[in-house]
């Protein structure tokens, strides 16, 4: 029987952020999507585990889905990979953390661009790459077949969608991204969001009251 994935959310910082660690069942080394802005605490729950970090990723480029990415790359030795359309994303939601009264993050560093269909894989985890702009610019989201999951960001929400009306949001892009790309995935496919609890595909894709699947 082949290993399972495992997946570990960590809610975090003053947003409530949901990090995923991702590793399958008797690794020793996993990845992390969108490691927050409470570094001391992912890096305190993933020693726990005893694990290493093989990948960092990030679905787009708000501080508080990377603010934790440079203190994590440090620790961990880990390449950081996400869309690099969303770079000024990143330099100017730092601005926004700091006027929000949220201190400075440093600013991350993409060491892999990220492409539409792309498949990444480290640590034994496999995951699918689906750009997903709308939200911001460059956003991705990730699914990982062997187990339908998909680990959508700021994309989809359960029973909400991402905020378009922040710099680089496009309302049409998102309605396209989610009926074109997240809504054409099994309707079974577990979502795992940025923000709050999972929900699923098909669930959303008929009842979301923002944007359902066409017809």
Request: proline letters at 7%.
């Amino acid at each position: 029987m082949s290993a399972a994935l495992k997946i570990l959310a960590l809610q975090n910082g003053p947003l409530e952020e949901n990090a995923y660690l991702l590793y399958m069942e008797g690794a020793t080394q996993g990845l992390l999507v969108d490691p927050g802005s409470e570094p001391d605490r992912l890096i305190r729950e993933i020693d726990r585990l005893k694990l290493g970090v093989a990948l960092i990723l990030a679905t787009h480029g708000h501080f508080d889905h990377v603010g934790a990415v440079e203190a994590m790359k440090r620790r961990f030795h880990a390449p950081f990979a996400a869309c690099r359309e969303d770079e000024p994303v990143m330099k100017g939601s730092a601005g926004l953390a700091l006027t929000l009264g949220l201190g400075q993050a440093a600013l991350p560093v993409i060491d892999q661009d990220l492409a539409d269909g792309q498949v990444v894989l480290a640590a034994g985890v496999e995951l699918k790459v689906l750009r997903t702009p709308g939200h911001t610019p460059g956003g991705c989201c990730f699914y990982h077949a062997a187990s339908a999951s998909l680990f959508s960001g700021d994309t989809l929400f359960e029973g909400s969608v991402g905020r378009h009306d922040l710099p680089g949001g496009d309302h049409a892009a998102l309605k396209l991204s989610l009926q074109e790309k997240v809504y054409a995935l099994p309707p079974e496919t577990r979502v795992y969001p940025g923000h709050g609890g999972p929900t699923r595909v098909g669930h959303e894709a008929r009842s979301n009251p923002f944007i359902r699947a066409r017809g």
